[in-house]
C-alpha cells in the first residue's frame, strides 16, 4: 500500500512537472486585430457650357488595419482613387493627382485605381499616434474644416496648389510624411516632417505644425503652418517666374458642430506657396506659357442644416493671388489682372437608405483664370453609394 501510495505520488509529480514545461513552451499572447475596409462610389451628371457629361466624383475604396497589444496599437492603412468613368473628377480638386510641385499636369491620368493615402503607424495610447507615408497633413487639420463639399470647393484654401493632391507641398495629402498627433485636454496638436529625399540640400523637405483648442465640445478653432523647402537654385537663378523663396503657408479656422448643424470658416495666407500656367508673346510673336510662382490671401465658408434625411448646405471660396512681385515679361503681365477665385455653392444631401446618398451642387462663379477666361458655372446631381465594415477579432499568437 505504501509503494502503491510512492508510485501514484511520483507520476503525479511528473505529469505535472510535464505540463508546466508544456505550458510554459507553448505559452501564447493575445492581440485585437481589428479591420475596416471600406468603398464610396460616386458619379454625377454635370451641365456647364450648354453641355452635359456623365463624371465620377472621387470614387475610392480603402482599408484600415488595426493591431493592438495592451496599450499599443500597429496600424496601417490604404486608399485608392478608383476612376469609375471616363470622365473623370474635373470640379472636385479633391481628386487631384499627386504631383511635383512646380509641375503642371494639363492631361490628367485615367488609369482605374491612382493611389491617394498609404500608411503605417504606431498609436502610443494617451502619449498620441506617429505614422509614416502619404497622408492627411496637420494643415489640413485646419483647412478640412470648410473641405465639405459634395463635389466642389477647396479651391481657396491653398491645399491643392497649382493642380495637384498638396502632395509634394505637404499641404493636403503630404507624401513621404511623418506626422505626430495628440491630445491633451481640450487641446489637439499636430507636427510634421517630411522626408521625400528631394534635392534641396536639406536634410529634411519640409516641416508643419497644427493646433486646435475644442470650446465646449461643439466648437473648435485652430491655426496651421506649413514650409516647404525647394532647390535654393531655383530660387537664385529666377528661372522660375515669381518664386523668391521657400513656399509657405498659414491658415486659421473655426468650426461649429452639433447633430443638425455644421459651420466653418477658413483663412490663409501663403507665400510663393501656389503656382499655375501663364502666358505672353516673346519678340518673334510665339505664344509662351510658363509655369509662375504667386503669393494668394484666401477665405472659405461652409454651412450645412440636416432636416431628418435632407441636408441643405452653402458656402463661398474666395482666393485672390497677390501679382505685385509677378515681373513683366517681353513687357507683358504672364497673369491676368483679373485672376481670382470668386464662387458661390448651393447644395444638399438626401439619405434614404443608410448606404445610398442623393445629391446636387450649383457652382455660381465670378472670377476669372490666370488666362483671363471666365470660370464656369455648373449643376451636377449625382448619387454615392458607401459601404463598410469593422471585422474584430482576438487573436493568439506565440510569444
Do not use: C
Not at 515669381?242 to 479656422?253: E, H, Q, V
Request: proline share 2%; no cysteine.
Amino acid at each position: 500500500m505504501k509503494k502503491s501510495y510512492f508510485l501514484i505520488l511520483g507520476l503525479s509529480l511528473l505529469f505535472a512537472t510535464s505540463l508546466k514545461a508544456q505550458n510554459v513552451k507553448s505559452k501564447k499572447d493575445t492581440v485585437e486585430l481589428s479591420i475596416f475596409p471600406y468603398a464610396s462610389l460616386r458619379g454625377h451628371l454635370a451641365i456647364y457650357d450648354n453641355e452635359i457629361a456623365l463624371q465620377e466624383n472621387v470614387s475610392r475604396v480603402g482599408a484600415k488595419i488595426n493591431i493592438k497589444k495592451g496599450k499599443l496599437t500597429f496600424l496601417a492603412a490604404t486608399e485608392l482613387h478608383l476612376n469609375l468613368f471616363q470622365g473623370g473628377a474635373n470640379f472636385n480638386v479633391d481628386g487631384n493627382d499627386s504631383n511635383e510641385f512646380l509641375d503642371i499636369q494639363t492631361v490628367q491620368s485615367q488609369q482605374t485605381f491612382n493611389n491617394r493615402l498609404g500608411y503605417i503607424g504606431i498609436k502610443f495610447d494617451k502619449y498620441g499616434t506617429l505614422t509614416f507615408g502619404k497622408q492627411w497633413s496637420v494643415y489640413y487639420d485646419i483647412t478640412g474644416y470648410t473641405d465639405q463639399f459634395t463635389i466642389f470647393g477647396g479651391t481657396a484654401s491653398a491645399t491643392y496648389v497649382g493642380g495637384t493632391d498638396g502632395g509634394a507641398s505637404g499641404t493636403g495629402r503630404a507624401s513621404q510624411a511623418a506626422v505626430y498627433r495628440n491630445q491633451i485636454g481640450d487641446f489637439y496638436f499636430g507636427a510634421q516632417a517630411q522626408m521625400r529625399g528631394a534635392n534641396n540640400y536639406k536634410f529634411i523637405d519640409g516641416y508643419g505644425f497644427s493646433l486646435q483648442y475644442n470650446f465646449m465640445n461643439d466648437l473648435y478653432i485652430g491655426v496651421a503652418m506649413n514650409k516647404a523647402f525647394i532647390n535654393k537654385s531655383l530660387i537664385d537663378q529666377k528661372k522660375i517666374i515669381g518664386l523668391d523663396g521657400d513656399p509657405l503657408y498659414f491658415a486659421g479656422g473655426l468650426k461649429y458642430n452639433n447633430s443638425k448643424l455644421f459651420m466653418s470658416m477658413v483663412g490663409v495666407i501663403q507665400k510663393n506657396g501656389d503656382f499655375t500656367q501663364g502666358a505672353y508673346f516673346n519678340n518673334e510673336q510665339q505664344l509662351i506659357n510658363p509655369t509662375v510662382v504667386f503669393d494668394a490671401k484666401g477665405f472659405e465658408f461652409f454651412a450645412n442644416y440636416n432636416f431628418g434625411l435632407l441636408g441643405i448646405h452653402g458656402g463661398y471660396n474666395y482666393y485672390k493671388p497677390d501679382l505685385k512681385k509677378i515681373a513683366l515679361e517681353n513687357n507683358q503681365l504672364p497673369l491676368s489682372s483679373n485672376f481670382e477665385i470668386s464662387t458661390l455653392i448651393l447644395g444638399f444631401t438626401y439619405q434614404p437608405y443608410k448606404f445610398v446618398q442623393i445629391y446636387g451642387e450649383q457652382r455660381l462663379a465670378f472670377g476669372r483664370n490666370a488666362l483671363d477666361q471666365k470660370s464656369q458655372s455648373i449643376f451636377a446631381l449625382g448619387m454615392k453609394i458607401d459601404v463598410s465594415k469593422t471585422f474584430k477579432s482576438k487573436i493568439s499568437i506565440d510569444n
